[in-house]
């Protein structure tokens, strides 16, 4: 694929560059809680306006019902851009209507507007693909050069990501093509000993790419709700937890080629459980009891690893030349269970080889619990599009770009 430094080098002074971003941030009201995809469009962004382009960032937020919402405009990821740049950014205030044009018009050469969410127009999702290019139309009206830099929307067939780039001179933008490079490491050429720690909630997003890594990864980390599907399908009792019993026959066949493969499948050793689950608002103590994997109490939860299991976990770390890690080990946002999830992160820290933070709730919680960025080899800011990616899928926005 062509990137951005390409380009530049052709000139794009007085070009309007149409840059679908990944702005996604998650919001308390209008307060973004998590700025860190934001961050991570502006040096594209920034290259394209300090070379003299009408830079146009586009991206979608929340899940709205193909129709303006308030609760999910773009608005204050505008404003927070404009921050992290220095510079006044526009604002339209809708996709492709009187305010995209116009605001799009208005545009001087080396400045930044942002569109409203892609969402709000119900083209940009659609899975009817007529529909979806005539949305595309429209935005391609608004620009002569696609940039594509969401990396969190690229396993997504939509409009902006798919069917916008065949409609201009497309290039992939610094985020992009730093995520393509990281992922490449996990999966070509991969230095060992590669090790991948997986947590979240459901062990059923997780299937596909534990199906891959059963032939790549030498030791396989469980955490998190998925965990107890795993303990379940070994026979143990695991009370109120998380649990998808029509997913046991698969992870039992995991179990077995995990063995037959010569892969370490490291699973709880113990686990911290309450009866019931906390309060994540007012952060009350929730006073949890540490019991062994396979002792949990039929009336109790768990909710975190336990102080051996985060040992262990850190162990099979500590000597790993390559890791990836995605889903945090338990509900981290509150303090009694967020140890597990601060082991994981603090043993990437420590291992010695190139560390890649899935996306997601896992780059969430590395921000929330003070970990400092720079100590990771990587933080993805697309959690699914990386488990996509290390599937073996093909993801449409790259396909697209690579067109």
Do not use: C
Request: charge should be negative; hydrophobic fraction near 45%.
């Amino acid at each position: 694929m062509k990137t951005i430094d390409e380009l530049l080098s052709e000139g794009v002074a007085g070009k309007r560059v149409f840059v679908r971003a990944d702005l996604n941030v998650p919001l308390d009201g209008t307060t973004i809680t998590d700025d860190g995809r934001i961050r991570a469009v502006v040096p594209t962004v920034k290259a394209l306006a300090d070379a003299g382009a009408r830079v146009i960032v586009a991206s979608h937020l929340g899940r709205p019902k193909g129709a303006p919402d308030p609760a999910f405009s773009l608005a204050p990821a505008a404003a927070r851009l404009g921050e992290l740049l220095g510079a006044d950014v526009a604002f339209a205030e809708d996709t492709v209507g009187p305010s995209a044009e116009s605001t799009v018009s208005g545009l001087a050469d080396g400045r930044v507007a942002v569109i409203e969410n892609l969402r709000f127009n119900a083209g940009e999702t659609s899975k009817d693909d007529s529909e979806r290019a005539a949305f595309a139309d429209k935005l391609a009206g608004l620009a002569d050069v696609y940039v594509g830099d969401g990396f969190g929307a690229v396993h997504r067939k939509h409009a902006s990501v798919f069917d916008l780039p065949k409609r201009l001179p497309h290039y992939a933008g610094y985020l992009i093509a730093t995520e393509v490079g990281v992922l490449k490491k996990l999966t070509d050429d991969v230095k060992r000993p590669y090790v991948v720690a997986l947590g979240g909630a459901k062990v059923s997003d997780k299937l596909a790419v534990i199906d891959q890594l059963l032939g790549k990864a030498d030791r396989l980390l469980i955490g998190g709700g998925m965990a107890y599907t795993f303990l379940k399908a070994q026979g143990h009792e695991v009370g109120i937890s998380l649990l998808q019993e029509d997913q046991i026959p698969a992870v039992k066949e995991y179990i077995e080629r995990a063995e037959k493969n010569g892969v370490e499948l490291v699973l709880p050793v113990d686990v911290l459980v309450s009866p019931e689950f906390p309060d994540l608002k007012t952060k009350a103590p929730a006073n949890p009891t540490t019991v062994a994997a396979d002792a949990i109490p039929a009336d109790q939860e768990g909710l975190d690893i336990g102080p051996e299991t985060r040992k262990l976990y850190a162990s099979k770390l500590a000597d790993a030349a390559t890791v990836f890690w995605n889903g945090p080990m338990g509900v981290f946002e509150h303090p009694d269970y967020a140890e597990g999830t601060k082991a994981v992160a603090q043993a990437l820290v420590d291992a010695p080889g190139f560390t890649v933070v899935g996306g997601g709730d896992s780059a969430a919680a590395v921000r929330t619990l003070g970990f400092d960025e720079k100590a990771f080899g990587h933080i993805s800011t697309g959690g699914g599009a990386s488990l996509e990616y290390l599937e073996g899928k093909t993801l449409p926005g790259l396909a697209a770009l690579e067109d």
